[in-house]
């Protein structure tokens, strides 16, 4: 029998300095959602098996990804925590997991470079 396993996505923009959790439609009339440590934390409490957190503008604008968002997060949450959005070196997975997170997610970076996996894996 397989087991539950509840996952809520967070869609954060980091254009402010703690972040904010977004909702749209096809990134079109995006709104405010909610702070993503305080949202995440609910989540925890509200029993979620594992937290996603989708940086959803890292990779357009070119910048890393949300360590300090992770770090604050691990201090509150005590369930596996992914992160995406802005990974594109093998530094960038590094610094997601010594932020906290204990999964890194890839979409765009490994297209473009199908090796970043492998090496990213074993550098890990």
């Known amino acids: 029998m397989l087991s539950k396993r509840i996952i809520p996505c967070l869609d954060c923009d980091l254009q402010v300095p703690e972040g904010r959790v977004v909702k749209g439609v096809e990134f079109k009339q995006i709104r405010y959602a909610g702070n993503p440590v305080e949202l995440a934390t609910k989540y925890y ?9 989708l940086d959803i503008t ?14 604050k997060t ?13 990974i594109r070196e093998v530094k960038d997975y590094v610094n997601m997991l010594k932020a906290g997170a204990d999964k890194c997610s890839t979409n765009t970076a490994a297209i ?3 090796s970043l996996i492998n090496r990213a894996s074993s550098h890990v």
Request: aromatic share 6%; with cysteine.
């Open 74 to 86: 691990v201090e509150n949450v005590f369930c596996p925590i992914c992160v995406g959005g802005g």
């Open 58 to 71: 890292a990779s357009h604008e070119r910048r890393s990804t949300m360590a300090d968002v992770i770090k």
């Open 45 to 53: 409490e509200d029993g979620a098996d594992e937290i996603v957190f």
């Open 112 to 114: 473009k470079d199908p």
